[in-house]
């Protein structure tokens, strides 16, 4: 996996993650003084898991050979700051011409993506500070 860059200069909040050849504007909205120019970290964390859990509906459908055309999860991300408790909601729409038992076993797979296991098991942090 590339090494994600995340910068942010005088803009108020607008941050710019980039790979070698990809960037995406991280913001925050005008009521808490960002521009608006970009999804919230936690939309982005919330959008990290939704892409993940289509491409791995995707590609299992697709290794079964399975008619599913389309695939669309909502997913919402609340924090709980009482509890520490983080939630992700997702509402999976699954159309394609799929049997009672096929639609059953991708409802199991949605929890099985590598972002979702990611987030469901512990996770270890290492910051250094480095020169510029």
Not at 35 to 43: I, K, L, N, T, V
Not at 98 to 121: F, K, V, W, Y
Request: proline share 6%.
């Amino acid at each position: 996996m590339a090494t994600i860059t995340a910068r942010i200069e005088r803009t108020p909040y607008e941050t710019h993650l980039s790979t070698g050849s990809q960037v995406i504007i991280v913001d925050e909205p005008a009521d808490v003084g960002g521009q608006d120019r970009g999804m919230r970290p936690g939309e982005l964390l919330a959008g990290s898991l939704a892409s993940c859990t289509v491409i791995t509906l995707r590609m299992y459908a697709d290794r079964k050979g399975w008619p599913l055309d389309t695939i669309v999860a909502h997913m919402t991300y609340t924090f709980d700051p009482e509890t520490s408790r983080s939630l992700f909601a997702t509402k999976l729409v699954l159309t394609g011409n799929l049997d009672d038992s096929q639609r059953a076993r991708l409802l199991e797979m949605a929890d099985r993506c590598p972002i979702h296991r990611t987030l469901d098991n512990p996770v270890d942090f290492d910051t250094t500070l480095v020169e510029p």
